[in-house]
């Protein structure tokens, strides 16, 4: 059986080497290519490996590779930051022994937590490891629409974006890149139980049903913390631009707190207080979109 964290490794790796050409690396191609990205041997030579070690490697065959062979691969595929701290965390997790039962408790939100929600006048969410939606403010709600309509097991970012009666959501410029920092934050996830049901479940049912996240999830993108800028289109007020950032809450690996912000005095925020005030007044009839 193959170890599920090599098995991880040798599909990050995979990924990676498919986004290099010979031309980036200093490689001249020569002849005709089979592949788009560099092939094996071109890549374990950059590194100073033999090609069955790293073919290997990519299979997620029994091996250990040291720090250093790391290090070699990680120049060679001239990964970020992030993602020479994910390549580590894999690969050292394949070094060892799948543990014969893993601690899956359920994910809870600290009250310390949900009163702080409820005191801010900015929306904002409590989400799972895996991108379940645990908590939300009323900012939230008037912002996405209320949450509690939906079944608990699809109160999940990932499956409201790539839900099949939303496509029109898709249109937004901002859309793939959202898609693509959840998707990195569930890749993030995976890295530390790569068989956990709920990401199974999560990530096998898209991948049968959606062409547009099999494309995306394929890239093996990361995200640890997350920041970015999203265009919400609101019928009642008109577009809506925020920030968005990820903040850490307590547990190993912890719930995060999502918060859209606006620029102050911007007319995007006021626009925001303009539809917490129709919400209040008469409610806004809106669905989540993530």
Request: aromatic letters at 6%; hydrophobic letters at 40%; glycine letters at 8%.
């Amino acid at each position: 059986m193959t170890h599920p964290y090599a098995r991880e490794l040798g599909d990050f790796l995979r990924a990676r080497r498919s986004r290099l050409r010979p031309v980036d690396v200093g490689l001249v191609p020569g002849g005709r290519r089979k592949v788009t990205g560099l092939r094996r041997e071109e890549l374990a030579l950059l590194a100073g490996l033999s090609t069955d070690y790293y073919q290997r490697m990519e299979q997620g065959r029994e091996v250990r590779p040291s720090d250093d062979v790391l290090d070699a691969i990680a120049g060679a595929l001239g990964l970020d930051e992030g993602e020479r701290r994910h390549l580590f965390l894999l690969a050292r997790a394949a070094r060892r022994p799948v543990p014969a039962r893993v601690d899956r408790g359920p994910e809870d939100v600290p009250e310390s937590t949900r009163r702080l929600l409820r005191v801010m006048d900015t929306p904002a969410v409590v989400l799972g490891r895996h991108l379940d939606l645990l908590d939300w403010n009323a900012a939230a709600e008037a912002l996405l629409g209320d949450p509690g309509g939906y079944p608990p097991e699809r109160l999940n970012m990932l499956l409201l974006m790539f839900d099949d009666v939303r496509t029109v959501d898709r249109t937004c410029p901002d859309w793939e890149r959202q898609a693509l920092d959840y998707i990195g934050m569930m890749r993030a996830a995976v890295a530390t139980d790569p068989t956990h049901p709920r990401a199974t479940a999560i990530v096998g049912e898209l991948s049968i049903r959606s062409a547009e996240f099999r494309r995306l999830w394929a890239r093996h993108d990361v995200r640890v913390r997350v920041s970015g800028r999203k265009t919400f289109r609101v019928a009642q007020v008109g577009d809506i631009v925020l920030d968005w950032d990820t903040y850490p809450l307590p547990g190993d690996p912890g719930p995060v707190m999502l918060v859209w912000t606006a620029e102050p005095g911007s007319a995007d925020a006021d626009r925001l207080r303009l539809l917490a005030s129709l919400r209040a007044t008469r409610g806004v009839p809106r669905r989540p979109v993530g």
